[in-house]
């Protein structure tokens, strides 16, 4: 069974550190495209950032220079190192997987954590 | 970069259609997906490239794209569907490849 279980938020002040993590069962994380989605209080959800099997990784404006995509492949975890902390980063944050499906394609988020809420807040 | 454009809510009574649209330019030339979400939960994928549906989902949902439109329709809706919903798509030519749409809020009358 696909599992994915987000940790490591928390309320932060401006300007902090914090790093999320994302245990990944069922699945191997190295072998699939992996994202970070944050959703911030009664808004949508926003693309944070990806690192595709090959290893690139891909930042969304707002958080790029800040925030830094990474996986270990002996845990088949995911992380997502949050520098630099605003107010505005306050969200729920999700890790999903998007299946590998060959070079031409572009597939869907098909499992989602559960989410880990960071609050940045003095 | 690639914009998708969402009615913020549709308001639909139990056991009609409900069509919600997602615009962007040339959508149609794109691979469209579609996520259910209620309050307190996390995303759930309900169409996948313009008009397929994972196992679990009920054949009322549906999916079609064209031109410079998608649209997710939810026919026989039931007071179980009211959620946020967010198309998302690809954009392979940008360096934010992931993009969601505002989402739309269906209400259940």
């Known amino acids: 069974e696909v599992q994915l279980v987000e940790t490591g938020g928390g309320l932060i002040q401006p300007g902090g550190s914090l790093r999320l993590s994302c245990a990944a069962s069922?699945?191997?994380?190295?072998?699939?495209?992996m994202s970070w989605v944050r959703q911030a209080p009664g808004k949508g959800l926003e693309w944070v950032s990806v690192?595709?099997?090959?290893?690139?990784?891909y930042y969304a404006d707002s958080v790029k220079g800040r925030f830094t995509i990474s996986r270990d492949n002996s845990k088949n975890t995911l992380y997502l190192q949050m520098n630099s902390l605003r107010a505005e980063d306050t969200a729920v944050y999700y890790c999903?997987?998007?299946?590998?499906?060959?070079?031409?394609?572009?597939?869907?988020?098909?499992?989602w954590g559960q989410g880990t809420l960071v609050t940045v807040s003095s | 970069s690639y914009v998708l454009t969402q009615p913020p809510s549709v308001s639909v009574a139990p056991g009609k259609t409900a069509r919600i649209t997602c615009g962007g330019n040339?959508?149609?030339?794109?691979?469209v997906h579609w996520y259910q979400q209620k309050p307190g939960q996390a995303p759930v994928l309900v169409i996948y490239?313009?008009?397929d549906r994972p196992s679990g989902i009920p054949e009322r949902f549906s999916g079609s794209n064209s031109g410079n439109t998608a649209t997710l329709t939810i026919s026989r809706v039931e007071a179980g569907d009211e959620a946020d919903y967010y198309c998302?798509?690809?954009?392979?030519?940008?360096?934010?490849?992931?993009?969601f749409g505002g989402g739309t809020k269906l209400t259940v009358l």
């Open positions: 998302q798509v690809w954009d392979s030519s940008s360096d934010h490849p992931e993009v």
């Open positions: 999903a997987r998007a299946p590998y499906c060959g070079g031409d394609c572009y597939p869907p988020f098909d499992y």
């Open positions: 069922g699945f191997t994380v190295s072998s699939n495209y």
């Open positions: 040339n959508i149609g030339s794109k691979s």
């Open positions: 690192i595709y099997s090959g290893g690139s990784t």
């Open positions: 490239y313009d008009s």
